[in-house]
């Protein structure tokens, strides 16, 4: 599957494609949330990005709007491409969900108010 998958993130213009070990989040070196939180049998967590064009980093910090609205525009890209690979892996019967990205802007709104911890740290992962 992962080959279906990849092939999947690349025709939707992903960036970044990968696939690594759910128990990662379970080393006592990281601290925050972790996907058996919320998906008890968990195995493997599916990453994708979607990089910010450098034409709207390269201006900061006077192209601010500019960098938002790419930022805005490349989130929106990344959970449409996130959507169609968890149907592609529900389809297969497994349990899929899509966790708030990063770069989000409704991120504070998913993150811990008092840590600003998001669901996980994609980081931590790759």
């Known amino acids: 599957m992962f080959n279906e998958l990849k092939q ?6 992903m ?10 989040f379970l080393d006592e070196k990281y601290t925050g949330k ?13 990453l994708l990005a ?9 201006p900061l910090p006077a192209g601010r709007a ?5 930022l805005m525009s490349a ?12 149907r592609r892996i529900e389809k297969k019967g497994f349990l899929a969900s899509i966790v708030p990205n990063e770069g989000s802007e409704f991120g504070y709104w998913y993150a811990d108010k008092e840590t600003l911890l998001a669901n996980l740290s994609i980081k931590w992962a790759v």
């Open 8 to 13: 999947l993130a690349e025709a939707e213009g």
């Open 15 to 24: 960036d970044l494609f990968g696939v690594v070990d759910a128990n990662c």
């Open 34 to 46: 972790k996907p058996q939180d919320f998906f008890e049998n968990i195995r493997s967590v599916v």
């Open 50 to 58: 979607a990089a910010v064009h450098n034409g709207a980093v390269e």
């Open 66 to 70: 500019e960098y938002t609205n790419t």
């Open 75 to 86: 989130t929106a890209f990344l959970r449409v491409a996130a959507y169609k690979v968890a």
